[in-house]
């Protein structure tokens, strides 16, 4: 059984969507073990104890320089045995020093088709502003390995979304969540945790 760490930032439905799979069976050889925040008003965090789930705020700014909070965060996930480390709505710069420890073991969920609306300065609504102004009649969202190109690692799956003519940046947003994202990230995991996700050449083989 692997431990599964989920970093967040905010309400967390990623991590809902996280726990409900796991409440369902759907994980298969996972387990949601730690909860680590890097505010401590999340609502996620919240979501996490209801769901009896360990739960740690790391702050940034309550370290020196990176370095300290890196040494910090790979305590923390050594103290939990972490096997893989899920990021969902987490804003805190990861380090390549953390990426380089757990290679191939951190994934991320965006909301776009990456290489698509992606990259520095792309998240949250920005993202969803951005393919509206561009006038896309399709979006969606990318699990995808995290490596020291921001949004650059490992596709591990994706899913399109049809945009609508009337839609704002928020109700994209909101289809793209139900639609893809609450779906995809619970799936990249359990493939993960089942030993179904190679990577090779810098792609990813999903495996019968």
Not at 39 to 46: Q, R
Not at 166 to 176: A, G, V
Not at 189 to 202: P, Q, Y
Request: include cysteine; hydrophobic fraction near 45%; aromatic fraction near 6%.
């Amino acid at each position: 059984m692997l431990n599964i760490a989920v970093l967040v930032s905010g309400g967390g439905t990623n991590l809902q969507a996280l726990i409900d799979a796991q409440n369902a069976g759907q994980i298969e050889n996972g387990a949601l073990s730690l909860v680590i925040s890097s505010k401590a008003d999340a609502y996620a965090l919240e979501r996490a104890k209801q769901a009896g789930i360990s739960t740690r705020v790391l702050l940034r700014r309550a370290f020196a320089g990176q370095a300290d909070y890196d040494a910090a965060l790979l305590a923390l996930l050594a103290e939990y045995q972490i096997d893989l480390v899920v990021l969902a709505g987490f804003m805190t710069i990861i380090s390549e020093t953390v990426i380089r420890e757990y290679e191939n073991k951190i994934i991320n969920v965006h909301p776009a088709l990456i290489p698509s609306f992606c990259g520095p300065g792309f998240y949250g609504l920005h993202v969803h502003e951005a393919a509206l102004k561009k006038g896309v009649k399709v979006s969606g969202a990318t699990v995808h390995f995290v490596n020291e190109v921001c949004d650059g690692g490992p596709i591990i799956l994706q899913k399109a979304v049809e945009v609508c003519q009337d839609d704002t940046p928020e109700t994209l947003q909101r289809r793209i969540m139900e639609q893809a994202e609450w779906k995809l990230l619970p799936e990249a995991v359990s493939l993960f945790c089942a030993g179904k996700i190679a990577v090779e050449n810098g792609r990813t083989i999903i495996k019968d």
